[in-house]
């Protein structure tokens, strides 16, 4: 690892602008079920007899609430996967800071690596401003 030449104070304040908008990507995920139902049943439909169904469902509802299903745990994969880098990113260069780049390269091959089954059933934690939090809620502000 020689040779790292680091701006911890940069890499501090994109940390931070990265960790605001992947909260707000996080708020984007928790609505997403609810838009997907949303979009189905203003998205017209396509009925036997040209008559919709009373809960505004279809067709085209049902392929937008197939559509969601699978894409569900690739969403979650992004989210579990943002944390895990930014938290990575954080104590990579946190490490660094204080000079220990032995501990800056394990904690930045720890985090990078793709999220683990448990993580991504929210079971697993990471540490961000000192303190234990679920990962994949969306949450991503880990601090430098």
């Given amino acids: ?59 085209v509802m ?24 930014l938290t990575g990113a954080a104590e990579a260069t946190k490490a660094y800071g204080h000079g220990d780049q032995e501990m800056a390269a394990t904690a930045q091959r720890n985090f990078s690596s793709a999220p683990t089954p448990e993580e991504l059933a929210g079971k697993a934690k990471w540490q961000a401003r000192g303190q234990g939090q679920d990962q994949g809620q969306g949450q991503g502000k880990a601090e430098v």
């Fill in 1 to 59: 690892m020689d040779g790292w030449n680091i701006d911890v104070g940069g890499v501090s304040k994109v940390l931070q602008a990265t960790g605001e908008l992947a909260g707000k990507l996080g708020e984007e995920f928790e609505a997403y079920p609810k838009s997907m139902q949303n979009a189905g049943k203003h998205a017209g439909t396509i009925a036997k007899g040209g008559v919709a169904p009373e809960d505004g469902g279809g067709l």
């Fill in 62 to 85: 049902a392929a937008l609430a197939e559509f969601a299903q699978k894409n569900q745990e690739d969403l979650k994969f992004i989210g579990v996967r943002t944390s895990k880098s």
